[in-house]
């Protein structure tokens, strides 16, 4: 019991080669067990245009035709599909591949995070808690291993941090190089640097800085170039379209617009769970004013941004680990052994309870859904409908069926790119919110009537939708559409448990299918 609580004494291999290979067996058990939905962007900014660039069909949200999003993070999984393409491989290795590249970002991410620790203290407590905190972190296993371009932004931070040099030397290339394309996957990670560059800066050879970080700066953007020139087609510079959407026009606010303390009293509640009063604690005990410096420039920066999610401060995980482990150390010193050993054990339960929750039960059912209709429809023509909200769940990635096969319809929700501000988004209104707002309406003006003879033919007379053989929608709309298509052909086939809370109560409950018999 003792040894327990004696973080120093906890096992860690003592190699680089040792870590990471125990850090990558672990986490490819977490990607692989992964069988939840979290956020969109997981599937359509990361998997759909990679399937999309070697299978040739798929669905490409606005970012990518309107060119705002640079393909260097989709990129990594091309060559994961291309193999799945040229050798032929069945399904599972399409949906599985992807998760050992999320498994590798992962594992190497955490890799450098412990050296990072090394680091940032001499203290063999620090580095060996600090190492297990991040592995039994329920956000880390449910968020790291998933396709995001913030796991893979955090990765990569973690390893330019790590290289960042008190003083300028060779480590300042290489550690902006990568930072340079931290900024290039998501432009808002140039906030953590702007601090480090200014400290930098003040410190060291002013012209050497500034004549590296010019030339890092031209061969990073000549690098993306290339990249979204093999994607796009044409010579795109997604940087300055992002930064137009986003802040010229601030109308990334049509996604969301949350209170300033967003990021004080619920991103990092959520992040830290169960470590956030350990977390107080260190920020109170531990000095470490850079680190403070920059947690605290980075979040109120982000504060400023009216679209907030939990994910944009993601990269700064280590340094909330950091903090919540002199946190923790600080607790244990002046806890009784029995108590601190509980108190190690209850955490580690409740974490692994909190991580198997979210990871195999809470949004599973929109998963399910699609490996379900694949197996249902099989090598035969079919339709699905989606009368879901945008992007409920995945898409080609996850069906992987040529469009002449299946023909897959779901609401959209395309943001008003023919605006100039922000100021007229509250008169706005896209496809899913059309439909929530008037359903019957909607259906009427989209749809021919349900209860028509030939509702199983392929005649859509003035309506621009046809009924698909597969309709899907959430428990939400059940009342709603047993209702609307009580004299229809249509009855309810099948149903997936989905979730038993949720923010959007527009995704509630099972997911539901209907068949047209």
């Not at 590798?104 to 580095?127: H, M, N």
């Not at 496809?431 to 008037?438: A, L, M, R």
Request: proline share 5%.
């Amino acid at each position: 019991m003792a040894k327990l609580t004696r973080p120093e004494s906890w096992p860690i291999p003592k190699t680089d080669a040792g870590l990471f290979t125990l850090l990558l067996s672990i986490r490819l058990v977490n990607s692989f067990s992964i069988n939840t939905f979290f956020q969109a962007d997981e599937y359509w900014q990361a998997l759909e245009p990679a399937h999309y660039q070697v299978f040739g069909y798929g669905y490409l949200t606005w970012e990518w035709r309107q060119g705002i999003r640079s393909f260097i993070h989709p990129l990594l999984y091309v060559p994961v599909y291309k193999i799945c393409q040229l050798l032929r491989l069945d399904y599972a290795y399409l949906l599985y591949l992807p998760k050992v590249m999320n498994a590798l970002i992962c594992a190497v991410g955490e890799t450098f995070q412990y050296k990072l620790t090394c680091k940032w203290t001499k203290d063999p407590s620090a580095r060996c808690l600090m190492f297990y905190l991040s592995l039994f972190s329920p956000f880390n296993w449910y968020c790291y291993c998933r396709s995001f371009s913030n796991a893979l932004e955090l990765a990569l931070t973690t390893i330019a941090l790590f290289l960042y040099p008190e003083t300028f030397d060779v480590n300042y290339i290489y550690s902006l190089t990568i930072a340079g394309f931290c900024c290039i996957i998501r432009p808002t990670n140039g906030l953590i640097w702007a601090v480090y560059g200014l400290r930098n800066f003040r410190r060291g050879p002013k012209l050497k800085i500034m004549v590296s970080t010019i030339l890092i700066g031209i061969a990073v953007l000549s690098v993306d170039s290339v990249v979204n020139r093999y994607f796009y087609g044409t010579w795109i510079i997604p940087f300055i379209k992002f930064l137009d959407f986003n802040v010229s026009k601030s109308l990334s606010s049509f996604y969301g617009v949350s209170r300033f303390d967003f990021y004080f009293f619920q991103a990092i509640p959520v992040i830290l769970l169960s470590y956030l009063p350990f977390f107080a604690i260190g920020l109170v005990v531990k000095k470490a004013r850079d680190l403070k410096m920059v947690l605290i420039i980075d979040i109120l920066a982000f504060s400023l941004i009216q679209h907030k999610e939990f994910r944009f401060i993601y990269p700064m995980m280590p340094i909330l680990l950091f903090f919540t482990t002199h946190g923790v150390l600080y607790a244990l010193k002046r806890l009784k052994p029995f108590t601190s050993c509980s108190l190690i054990l209850f955490i580690a339960l409740l974490n692994t309870t909190i991580a198997f929750y979210f990871t195999q039960i809470h949004e599973s059912g929109v998963i399910t859904v699609t490996q379900y209709l694949r197996n249902e429809i099989g090598s035969r023509q079919s339709s699905i409908g989606f009368l879901t909200p945008c992007h409920s769940t995945p898409f080609q990635s996850h069906f992987h069926m040529q469009p002449n096969q299946v023909d897959i319809w779901f609401l959209t929700c395309e943001p008003p790119l023919h605006l100039n501000s922000s100021s007229d988004l509250t008169a706005y209104r896209d496809e899913s919110d059309e439909f929530y707002d008037d359903m019957l309406g909607y259906l009427q003006q989209n749809f021919p009537s349900p209860t028509a003879q030939n509702s199983k033919d392929d005649i859509r007379g003035p309506h621009p939708h046809t009924w698909p053989e597969y309709l899907v929608f959430f428990e939400n709309l059940e009342q709603f559409m047993k209702e609307y298509l009580r004299n229809s052909n249509y009855s309810e086939h099948h149903r997936i448990f989905n979730s038993r809370f949720h923010w959007d109560s527009r995704r509630t409950g099972d997911v539901i299918i209907y068949k047209l018999n």
